[in-house]
């Protein structure tokens, strides 16, 4: 089955610490996305990629990192200096770099404790 | 920049009632995107709105298109219980999404 696969689906972190997430799509789609979500809000972005090796900032990058080193593989960094980063995760593809409709992993539900 | 806005972002209905929800967008934006939150879920694509006039169908729900208003509607039609979800409005904006802040439905027996 083709689909976006994210893991962990919980994770707890103790403040001060790096914390990755997994996304992996078998869609062969180009580019892919990372959004927060709040509780009772929509979605911001955060990364975004049209291809491998290549990624922009979205709206709200401050205290993440990304890589693109395969066409597959997206993954996430919430590092330290992400000040609040209690929140859900989705990621998303689409299929090439034009803006199309996206799909949506199942997400990561991030705590700070 | 491009601003979308929802409303209303909470509506409770009861079952067999219509409604429609409206999406507001401030700039010029090419297509438009409806997507369904369930409670603890990821979004689930309802529709994609290509151009100005048009209008797409799926079971209880429609959706259409102005952009010359800047305005797209969600309208359901004799609202059931499975409908109940967040409802979300996106834009496009260079080769980013913009999401409207959703809209909370609950339909009631």
């Known amino acids: 089955d083709g689909g976006i696969t994210q893991s962990p689906k919980y994770l707890f972190r103790k403040e001060g610490q790096n914390v990755t997430l997994s996304c992996e799509q078998n869609?062969?789609?180009?580019?892919m996305y990372w959004y927060r979500q709040d509780p009772g809000q929509g979605l911001r972005l955060i990364y975004y990629s049209q291809i491998v090796n290549d990624f922009q900032k979205g709206d709200i990058a401050e205290g993440y990192s990304v890589s693109r080193e395969k066409k597959e593989s997206f993954p996430l960094t919430v590092t330290s200096a992400q000040k609040n980063p209690t929140a859900f995760y989705l990621c998303?593809?689409?299929?090439?770099?034009?803006?199309?409709?996206?799909?949506f992993g199942p997400g990561t539900r991030l705590t700070v404790l | 920049e491009l601003k979308v806005e929802q409303n209303p972002l909470f509506l409770s209905m009861q079952e067999g009632k219509n409604y429609t929800i409206y999406c507001n967008y401030s700039t010029t934006s090419d297509r438009l995107y409806w997507y369904r939150q369930d409670p603890g879920k990821s979004l689930e694509s309802l529709f994609v709105?290509?151009?100005?006039?048009a209008v797409k169908q799926e079971g209880r729900l429609m959706a259409s298109l102005d952009t010359k208003a800047r305005l797209s509607t969600l309208h359901i039609t004799a609202a059931v219980h499975d409908l109940s979800a967040t409802y979300f409005c996106a834009g496009e904006y260079g080769n980013k999404l913009v999401f409207g802040a959703g809209t909370i439905l609950r339909v009631k027996s």
């Open positions: 998303a593809s689409s299929i090439d770099r034009e803006v199309d409709e996206q799909f």
């Open positions: 709105l290509l151009s100005n006039g």
């Open positions: 869609l062969n789609h180009d580019a």
